[in-house]
């Protein structure tokens, strides 16, 4: 995955059994990125056209 000129993610494969808890042998469990703007960030998506679920923890502050 890249953000412009830059690689933020590889997905890589690993063999062996699946991790402890998994439903199958390759899978993302968890992805997060820590951005700034985030009306501009979302109304990106929009333009775009990309699904995506907003969540807010209120206790923290972290959307």
């Known amino acids: ?15 062996g059994p699946s991790a402890i808890g998994s439903e199958s042998s390759l899978k993302v469990e968890h992805f997060a990125f ?13 333009k775009l056209d990309v699904p995506y679920r907003r969540i807010d923890l209120a206790s923290t502050g972290i959307v």
């Open 34 to 46: 820590i951005a700034r703007n985030l009306p501009e960030f979302v109304a990106s998506l929009h």
């Open 1 to 15: 995955m890249d953000v412009g000129d830059f690689a933020v993610a590889y997905l890589v494969g690993i063999d």
